[in-house]
């Protein structure tokens, strides 16, 4: 089971939520750190996410990276070491490169994508496959882009029902994600408790994910827009995912207490 691939596009996903206006919500320095539960009895694993400013061909950019890893038990039974870096536009979000390099128990792939706006086409090198390849592309993100072109969307107007769609590039394709909203609820936390906007992804049942609407994501109702829960029923047992950690946001980060 690729359990690292799970929780990384769990925690992708629960970035894809909106802002509200008028307010930035993240900029360089931010750091999340996420904590990996396997059916509520072990650590199953760690993901980190940050983002920082830098410079790319002569051009002031954002840098994000996102790491996921096993740990515990699990590390024995199934080793994972994934790293994920985004350079992206710091206007309109658009993806500019992109690499991905993860081991998940020996299934490995190691991928640059560069996209050229010119022409519109993704150039993208398979280091482990020793193959090139070029696809044609319109308004997508990366795996990571994603995570901020949607942050700074407005969700005021949201309602029970609304759908929020995203087409995201991975592995050479286009792949649609959508999201459902379903209700405000204020949780329970390590930081007290806190308002929350509730989403879930429309994802394909199979041998993951136990059904159709198996995942569940909690994400801050505040300016800052912070996933800080996911909970994914899967086969067998479920996954859970909650911010332990963080540092470096935009706003202030505001309890319901």
């Known amino acids: 089971m690729k359990i690292c691939k799970l929780i ?24 999340l750190r996420y904590k990996m539960s396997y059916s509520g009895f072990f650590r199953a694993g760690t993901a980190v996410l940050e983002l920082k400013e830098t410079n790319l ?61 010119t022409s519109n086409t ?28 949607l942050r700074k969307q407005d969700a005021k107007t949201l309602k029970k029902g609304d759908e929020l769609a995203i087409d995201m590039f991975m592995d050479s394709q286009v792949y649609p994600f959508k999201l459902r909203f379903l209700r405000k609820e204020v949780i329970k936390t390590k930081f007290g408790k806190v308002k929350c906007l509730v989403f879930r992804p429309l994802v394909q049942s199979g041998r993951i994910f136990k059904a159709e609407e198996s995942v569940t994501l909690w994400i801050t109702d505040d300016a800052n827009k912070v996933p800080i829960k996911m909970k994914a029923d899967l086969a067998v047992g479920f996954l859970r995912a909650e911010l332990e950690a963080y540092k470096g946001l935009a706003n202030n980060f505001k309890r319901a207490d």
């Open 8 to 31: 990384i596009c769990g925690l992708l996903l629960t970035f894809t939520c909106f802002s509200q206006e008028n307010k930035e919500t993240f900029k360089g320095g931010e750091w």
């Open 57 to 117: 061909n002569g051009e002031k950019v954002f840098y994000s990276k996102g790491t996921g890893w096993t740990s515990g038990l699990l590390k024995w039974f199934f080793k994972v070491d994934d790293v994920y870096e985004s350079y992206f536009d710091k206007g309109p979000v658009k993806p500019i490169l992109f690499k991905r390099k993860i081991n998940e128990g020996g299934y490995k792939k190691h991928r640059i994508t560069k996209f050229d706006y």
């Open 122 to 149: 993704a150039y993208i090198q398979d280091f482990k496959n020793q193959k090139d390849t070029t696809v044609i592309f319109s308004k997508v993100q990366d795996m990571l882009s994603s995570f901020y072109y």
